[in-house]
C-alpha cells in the first residue's frame, strides 16, 4: 500500500583515533549513470534504480525536516546502535539537507534542532536521554560538494542539473550514552523561514532500500508519525523503506580501550541481512584496510582485511558492529545483521 510523505518528488521523464559512525550512502559518484560528469570537484547523488531493472527507479529527492511556518513543521527520526561493552562520548552529528535554486555561497540553513531517544519516540513512552524539539544546536554548515539529482537513465534519459546542492550542517551535542539502540529525533530551519528545505535519504548504487531501513517523519502540527517510503515510479512500482544519512562523531570505551570514532550512516553494508558475502557503501572512496567483526557482547570475532567484498557465510546468526579503518587510522563503523 502506498503511503504519503510530504517529500520533494522526482516524477520526471527525468588508543585516540579519529572515527565515526555513518548512517549510509549519500554520494553516488562524479558521473551520473547516463554519462555526464559533475562539476570538478563535486560528485552526483542520484535516484537510484535496482541494478538490472530498467523501469523502476526512487523517486523520493528529499524528504520534509524542516520548520517553515506555522503550519509546516517537520521532524525526520531514525536509529543507531552502541554496541555492548561500549560507551560513546558524542561531540557533534552531521545532517544533510538542501534547498531547491538556493545560490548562495553561505548554508541556508542555521537552525537544528536534536532530541535522542533511548527508543523509537513514535511508540508511546519513548524517554529522551538528550535535547529537545527547540533547541538550536547549530554549530556550523558547509558544502558537501555533492548534487541530488532525479535518476539520468531510467524510466527515460535525462540531464543532470545543479540545483540542489547538498549542505552538511553539523549540530553541537555533548552526551555520554551507554550501550543500546538509540533514536534522533532531528529538524533543520532555513535562514529564511519560510524557505523550505528538504533532508536527501541514505542512497546505495544499484539499490532502491534495504529492508533494515526504518526512518520516520514526524508532522509535528498533526503529532502524527509516518514510516518513510519511496513510492517509486511508475507509481506501479513496489514501495522501498529508506533511511536518513548522518553522521555522529564521539568518543568511545569499549573493553577499557577509550578511542574517538564515527557513526557515518553513508557508510553501509549490503546486502543487509546477509547470508553469505557483502559488500560496503564506501562514498568517501576511502581506503579500507581493515574491517573488525564485533559481535553483540562487544568481543572481536574477526578482523577481515580491506576488500572488494567479505565473506560471511561462517559467522552465526546474528547482530554485529563492524569498525571500518583507513590507512589513515580513522574509524568508521556500521551494523551488519547475519541471516
Known sequence: MKKTLLIA????????????????????????????????????????????NATETNTSLGLAGTSSSVTSSYFLADDFTIP???????????????????AGTTAPFNTVRV???SSDPSVAGAASVFGDDTTNRFSAGVDSNIYRVGNSIVPTSVIPVTNRKIWKITANTPVTLGAGTYWIKYQLQNVVMA??????????????????????????????????VDAGNP??????????????????????????????????????????SFRI???????????????????????????????ASDLPKGNYILKIKNDGGHTKI?????Q
Not at 16 to 36: D, F, H, R, V
Not at 214 to 226: C, L, Y
Request: charged content about 15%; glycine content about 8%.
Open 84 to 102: 555492548a561493552g561500549a560507551s560513546w562520548q558524542i561531540s557533534t552529528i552531521d545532517f544533510f539537507a538542501y534547498q531547491t535554486n538556493y
Open 195 to 228: 524557505s523550505a528545505g528538504f533532508l536527501p535519504p541514505v542512497t546505495i548504487v544499484g539499490n532502491r532500500g534495504l529492508p533494515s531501513f526504518n526512518a520516520k517523519q514526524f508532522d509535528s502540527i498533526t503529532g502524527t508519525w509516518t514510516p518513510i
Open 235 to 276: 507509481a506501479s512500482a513496489p514501495d522501498y523503506p529508506l533511511d536518513m544519512p548522518f553522521v555522529i562523531t564521539f568518543t568511545s570505551t569499549t573493553l577499557g580501550t577509550q578511542e574517538t570514532v564515527q557513526y557515518d550512516n553513508r557508510i553501509q553494508v549490503y546486502p543487509n541481512p546477509v547470508r553469505d
Open 334 to 338: 556500521t551494523k551488519l545483521i547475519k
Open 281 to 311: 557503501n564506501n562514498p568517501d572512496k576511502i581506503k579500507i584496510s581493515t574491517v573488525e567483526v564485533i559481535d553483540a557482547s562487544g568481543k572481536l570475532v574477526r578482523t577481515l582485511k580491506g576488500s572488494e567484498e567479505y565473506n
Open 9 to 52: 518528488a522526482f516524477m520526471a521523464a527525468n588508543f585516540s583515533l579519529a572515527q565515526t559512525y555513518n548512517n549510509g550512502g549519500l554520494s553516488t559518484g562524479a558521473t551520473s549513470k547516463g554519462g555526464t560528469a559533475a562539476p570538478t570537484g563535486y560528485t552526483w547523488s542520484e535516484l537510484q534504480n535496482n541494478t538490472g
Open 115 to 117: 532530541n535522542i531517544y
